[in-house]
């Protein structure tokens, strides 16, 4: 039995804005921003569209794939994603910047809004290592249950909205996606030859650090007070430097660990998607373990870092656009609030 991968989709809102649209409006450059991170641009989430918003669009998109509908349009199309949800058994979102604090979960709106009621839905928690730890819950529930069959999983983010505007160090960093792949419990073996899906995953997190990446405000331990006036919104505030050094450490340990326990080299590895926060964290990483840049997957200079979006905006926009062929083994690696990080090892 193999958990495969056989949809990928990506939801990107259309306004741009570049470094130099931001240079106009904070005191930073592109030269500063390109120099220090990769990112040339990010894009940005009109006022009326939430999480949700964004995690359907992509859904949508895994799901046509997934179908077989993607050349579809118009009433054909909607029949045949109707049909298609109605095939889930499962939607796990991961994502910091959900519709609502608490309750309802994203991934309940979005089970509703695409009509897939038979799945459970449920949100996960991690931060930029969301959907690593998102993929391997939905794997998880997918094994432990002959019944279920088929998951949703994605990661969307409208992180410009908590950005605190005000702070050029953490306010160029982000923008706002999202990416969902559909999971399918297959019969093809998944240890062995012709091994398939998801061979493997690490997950590990470091909560000491916790305060180093943190939405202070608004949560239990600090909530907004009746009569309290607001003078920011709850905002991610961020230790750069030490989210910096726990994220080189972490690449390059997780990904050494994932090659030992499948016994393979990097050679093996077709391609490595990694979380897009900072081309320089990759840099850093792959020349630690002697890995050639050209086997990291960035597109960190189009969207800057989406958190949980940005894995699988990278995995569907490197699928579609016929980078990753059947057999190929993908690594993705990823860090984050929390602190946590993680890894997958996929055969596509
Ligand atoms: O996805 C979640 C995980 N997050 C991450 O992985 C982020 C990890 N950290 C990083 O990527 C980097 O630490 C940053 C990109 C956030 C910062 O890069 P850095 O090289 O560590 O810069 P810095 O914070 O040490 O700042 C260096 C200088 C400072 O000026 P002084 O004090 O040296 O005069 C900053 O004030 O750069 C200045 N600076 C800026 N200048 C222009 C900070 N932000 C900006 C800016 N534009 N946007």
């Known amino acids: 039995m193999a958990i495969e991968v056989i949809g990928t989709g990506r939801a990107i809102p259309p306004q741009r804005i570049t470094n130099d649209d931001l240079a106009k409006r904070i005191d930073t450059s592109d030269e500063w921003i390109r120099s220090h991170t990769g990112i040339g641009a990010r894009h940005i989430a009109g006022d009326e569209t939430a999480c949700s918003d964004l995690a359907l669009e992509a859904a949508k998109n895994a799901l046509a794939m997934a179908a077989g509908a993607d050349t579809l349009t118009g009433a054909e199309k909607e029949a045949a994603l109707a049909e ?7 939607i796990v979102l991961a994502t910091a910047t959900g519709d609502y604090p608490g309750s309802p979960s994203t991934a309940c709106i979005v089970q509703d809004k695409l009509g897939a009621r038979n799945a459970a ?55 706002d996606g999202a990416g969902a792949v559909i999971i399918e419990k297959t019969g093809a073996p998944s240890e062995g030859p012709g091994k398939r899906g998801l061979l493997r995953t690490i997950l590990g997190a470091d909560g000491s650090g916790a305060e180093h990446l943190i939405f202070r405000r608004g949560g239990s ?40 326990q499948e016994g393979i080299t990097i ?67 990823g860090f984050g609030g929390g602190l946590t990080y993680g890894g997958n090892l996929i055969v596509w």
């Open 121 to 175: 839905a449920m949100d996960v928690g991690a931060a930029c290592s969301g959907f690593i730890y998102s993929l391997e819950t939905a794997a998880g529930l997918l094994s432990i249950n002959k019944n279920r069959k088929r998951a949703l999983v994605i990661g969307s983010e409208i992180l410009t909205r908590v950005a605190d505007w005000t702070d050029r160090g953490t306010c160029v960093l982000f923008g």
């Open 267 to 333: 050679a093996d590895v077709a391609r490595i998607i990694p979380h897009q926060a900072n081309a320089r964290i990759v840099q850093a990483a792959g020349k630690r373990l002697g890995i050639p840049e050209e086997k990291f997957f960035l597109n960190i200079g189009e969207y800057a870092n989406t958190s949980s979006a940005s894995i699988p905006i990278a995995m569907d926009e490197l699928n579609r656009k016929g980078g990753l062929k059947r057999s190929d083994l993908l690594l993705t690696i």
């Open 221 to 260: 331990r600090s909530p907004f007070k009746i009569g309290e006036t607001v003078v920011k919104h709850s905002c991610i505030e961020m230790n750069g430097q030490a989210v910096y050094n726990f994220a080189v450490k972490t690449v390059t340990d997780t990904i050494g660990r994932l090659l030992e």
């Open 84 to 90: 298609a949800a109605l095939t889930l058994d499962l």
